[in-house]
């Protein structure tokens, strides 16, 4: 069994930076294989894939409304996902989702989810 765990939420002004960290674990668990990625929910509605990167690190995935803000990467020597988020804004309000999927990219249904960490832009 995986377990994901996020870190790093919280309360931050816009345009504040926040990184987020997904410490994944597991009996003889490996990152080194699984494509890697961030989701988010906000309060009504659907959680979405905004970053992805495959095993090692490349072909990153970045949705339209994070792309040039939020930097994806991984050091799979670790076993941790992190998620640089910068020049926050109010929508980026959200739970935010670590998933870790053994396919080459992320799915909109992943094999493993954390448990989530809040992430509130608010001044």
């Known amino acids: 069994q995986v377990q994901l765990i996020e870190s790093g939420g919280g309360l931050v002004q816009p345009g504040g930076s926040l990184r987020l960290s997904c410490a994944a674990s597991g009996r003889t668990f490996s990152m080194y294989p699984y494509a890697m990625g961030w989701f988010r929910q906000a309060p009504g509605k659907e959680r979405e894939l905004i970053a992805s990167s495959r095993w090692n690190g490349g072909n990153t995935y970045y949705a339209d409304s994070v792309k040039g803000r939020f930097t994806i990467s991984r050091d799979n020597a670790k076993n941790t996902l992190f998620l640089q988020m910068n020049s926050l804004k109010p929508e980026d309000t959200a739970v935010y989702y670590c998933?870790?999927?053994?396919?080459?990219?992320?799915?909109?249904?992943?094999?493993?989810w954390g448990q989530g960490t809040q992430v509130t832009v608010s001044s």
């Open positions: 998933a870790a999927d053994r396919v080459l990219v992320v799915r909109p249904t992943p094999d493993y």
